[in-house]
Every structure is written in C-alpha cells, then in structure tokens.
C-alpha cells in the first residue's frame, strides 16, 4: 500500500481544521512546484503553544501532515516546536512515499512561519539563522 494507515487516517479525519480568530501568530507558506498552499494558526501563552489550527489547500499528504504537525505541537514550548522537522512529521505518519516527503516540509514550515509572525508581532528578539528563509527580526543585523 502506498499510504500507511496513519497517513489515510489523518487524510480522511483531519484534526485542528479550521482557523483561530485571535491567533497569536499564523504562518502561510507555499510549495512553487504544487502549488499547494498551507497556514497554520498558534495561539501562544507564557511560551506554550495552548491551541494549533491549520487550513490547507493542497494533497491529501500535506494535509495529514497538517493534521499531525498540529497534534505534534500543541501544548509544547516553542523550542521543541521549532525543533520539530518534517522528517519528525513523516515518522510520526508511519512514512510517506520519498515523492511526498516534500509535502511534509510544508508543515514544518508553516510552524517556522507561525512563530515567527509571534515573535515579529511582540518584538520578541531571536536567531533569525533558526528561519529557513533567513530574514532577519530587525534587532539584529
Ligand atoms: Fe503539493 Fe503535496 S503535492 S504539498
């Protein structure tokens, strides 16, 4: 079977659909050669990350990557979730197909983003080198 039955599980009964209203940060990101397109929504509280919730418009691996990558994170400190990597996401499924692996790269990217847009939002300072795409919080240069 090409899927594990964690993968389907998670593709046909997603958790933390949805949005957050008053999310403390929410990452969008976008894989160019899919086009697939996923945000993720935190709500933060004394550095734990209380509630996750993900919209995602893509495969059905992206989204039971979502779906797992939310479950991963909730009611986790923000150093472990941005620990979390997509190798830990795929672990998580049972695997994915080595052609899938990219989609799981989205959700640990639009965790990345999510805390990211926290910090920036709460002029929090940090290692700007820990973001993938490498931009910096404005205190450091
Ligand atoms: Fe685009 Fe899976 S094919 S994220």
């Known amino acids: 079977m090409l899927y594990s039955k964690k993968v389907m599980d ?15 940060g929410i990452g969008e990101v976008g894989n160019a050669k899919c086009g697939d397109i996923m945000k993720i929504y935190l709500k933060i509280e004394d550095n734990i990350i209380t509630d996750a919730k993900f919209n995602t418009f893509g495969c059905g691996s992206a989204i039971a990557s979502s779906s797992m990558a939310t479950e991963l994170i909730k009611g ?17 499924l049972d695997g994915l197909p080595a052609h899938k692996i990219h989609c799981s790269v989205l ?3 639009a965790i990345k983003e999510a805390i990211k847009d926290y910090y920036n939002k ?7 080198t820990i973001f993938p795409d490498g931009t910096s919080c404005g205190h450091c240069l």
Do not use: M, W
Request: no cysteine.
């Open 122 to 128: 709460n002029n929090i300072t940090y290692n700007h």
């Open 76 to 92: 986790k400190p923000i150093p472990e979730a941005l620990q979390l990597t997509n190798k830990a996401v795929a672990e998580a």
């Open 107 to 109: 959700a640990e990217e």
């Open 10 to 24: 998670h593709f046909t009964n997603p958790r933390n659909v949805g949005t957050i209203e008053d999310a403390d």
